[in-house]
């Protein structure tokens, strides 16, 4: 029951740059917190990899490919995670992903937790 939406991806010149944003939703209820937000990758043929995670405690963690070009950010009021892609290369075009661990949600009556929820990506093409 809880979704993810990313949105921001589209088609960038290497050297670009690129801001990802990941909205997490209920259906019924409402999110009171989110432990831990990541990003991932997938590439054709290519296995779907990590970029980095952010806790909600804004504690970051990056892939090496992503470090020093990559910045996430969260915003725990709005349930949202961001992904700052700078100096983009072509090999970081691959559908992008959102996932969320540890999503308490509900209501003061009806409390639920869950994790490992994915959205369903955003392409990003980067151009040479």
């Known amino acids: 029951q809880v979704q993810l939406v990313e949105s921001g991806g589209g088609l960038v010149q290497a050297g670009g740059s690129l801001r990802l944003s990941c909205a997490a939703s209920?259906?019924?209820?409402?999110?009171?917190?989110?432990?831990?937000m990541g990003w991932y990758r997938q590439a054709p043929g290519n296995q779907r990899e990590l970029v980095g995670m952010?806790?909600?405690?804004?504690?970051?963690n990056y892939a090496d490919s992503a470090k020093g070009r990559c910045t996430m950010s969260r915003d725990n009021a709005k349930n949202t995670v961001y992904l700052q892609m700078n100096s983009q290369k072509p090999e970081d075009t691959a559908v992008y992903y959102c996932?969320?661990?540890?999503?308490?949600?509900?209501?003061?009556?009806?409390?639920?937790?869950?994790?490992?929820?994915w959205g369903r990506g955003t392409q990003v093409t980067v151009s040479s």
């Open positions: 952010i806790t909600s405690s804004r504690a970051t």
């Open positions: 996932k969320a661990d540890r999503v308490w949600n509900g209501s003061s009556s009806r409390l639920r937790v869950g994790t490992d929820y």
């Open positions: 209920v259906a019924s209820g409402s999110i009171f917190s989110i432990n831990a």
